[in-house]
């Protein structure tokens, strides 16, 4: 196990180690390429278009077969009986959309601007709904951004195959992240890492290996203890 103090920062006790993006995947979902001089872009693999395309064959087929439904009056609203019908394929909807956003969602690192653009261009129209905007498209400048984090994780499928997936975090000044990247491929994932790192001008947090166990003890206990040390 790794103590945080390791990094020599206390920023690495302010901000968390549990993974941001539990569950993983399988397979290599991005990989950083560079779309123009000093900017550098996550491109999705032949994989997350296939993912993709699934979830969008999905959005289709069940938004055809609910407004079908409803226009053929084989679904009735105002039949209590038939809510729970209306209310899974809508579920279902939801889940598909914003997997499907998620999926697609763009990541570009500009060095020029010195900045990582997450999702959308920035959409004028959202202004008067800053929390929308956020999630669709936002910019952090690189003078916001501390350090580079690695993080790993063992995940078990219903199967019980067990495999590790590894994250790739931005960890701000205030000791937020913000998670960019999440897949098995743990060379191509420290690989953009060093890139991003020498971009940014920022250190990198290779936490792989290091997982701590569930009765570990966790920062604010940590700090605890030293604040103890040091008074007594």
């Given at each position: 196990?790794l103590?945080?103090?390791?990094?020599?920062?206390p920023m690495?006790l302010?901000?968390g180690?549990?993974?941001?993006s539990?569950g993983?995947s399988?397979?290599?979902?991005?990989c950083l390429?560079?779309?123009?001089?000093?900017?550098?872009?996550?491109q999705?693999?032949?994989y997350?278009?296939?993912?993709?395309?699934v979830?969008?064959?999905?959005?289709?087929?069940?938004g055809?077969?609910l407004?079908v439904s409803l226009?053929?009056?084989?679904l009735?609203i105002?039949r209590h009986?038939?809510?729970?019908v209306?209310?899974?394929?809508?579920q279902?909807?939801v889940g598909c959309g914003?997997?499907l956003i998620?999926?697609?969602r763009?990541?570009i690192?500009?060095?020029?601007?010195?900045?990582?653009r997450?999702?959308l261009?920035?959409?004028?129209?959202?202004n008067?709904?800053?929390?929308?905007?956020?999630?669709l498209?936002r910019s952090?400048p690189?003078s916001?951004?501390?350090?580079?984090?690695?993080?790993?994780?063992?995940v078990?499928?219903?199967?019980e195959q067990?495999?590790?997936?590894?994250?790739l975090?931005l960890?701000?000044?205030d000791?937020k992240?913000?998670?960019?990247?999440?897949?098995?491929?743990?060379r191509?994932?420290?690989w953009?890492?060093g890139?991003?790192s020498?971009?940014m001008d920022?250190?990198?947090w290779?936490?792989?290996g290091?997982?701590?166990?569930?009765n570990?003890?966790?920062?604010?206990?940590i700090?605890?203890?030293?604040?103890?040390?040091?008074?007594w």
């Amino acid at each position: 196990m790794l103590d945080p103090r390791y990094f020599d920062d206390p920023m690495a006790l302010q901000t968390g180690w549990v993974p941001l993006s539990p569950g993983g995947s399988r397979h290599t979902t991005n990989c950083l390429r560079e779309i123009a001089p000093q900017v550098l872009s996550f491109q999705p693999t032949a994989y997350s278009r296939y993912q993709s395309l699934v979830h969008l064959l999905s959005l289709l087929f069940f938004g055809n077969t609910l407004m079908v439904s409803l226009l053929r009056n084989e679904l009735n609203i105002d039949r209590h009986d038939e809510w729970w019908v209306i209310s899974a394929l809508v579920q279902i909807l939801v889940g598909c959309g914003v997997t499907l956003i998620l999926l697609n969602r763009s990541i570009i690192v500009d060095g020029d601007a010195a900045q990582v653009r997450l999702g959308l261009p920035r959409l004028e129209c959202l202004n008067q709904f800053p929390r929308l905007q956020k999630l669709l498209c936002r910019s952090v400048p690189f003078s916001e951004i501390h350090s580079i984090q690695l993080l790993d994780e063992e995940v078990r499928s219903i199967r019980e195959q067990m495999f590790w997936s590894y994250e790739l975090n931005l960890v701000l000044r205030d000791g937020k992240r913000i998670n960019l990247i999440d897949h098995r491929n743990q060379r191509e994932i420290c690989w953009d890492a060093g890139d991003l790192s020498r971009m940014m001008d920022v250190p990198i947090w290779d936490f792989i290996g290091y997982r701590q166990p569930d009765n570990a003890m966790n920062p604010d206990e940590i700090k605890a203890r030293i604040l103890e040390r040091i008074l007594w």
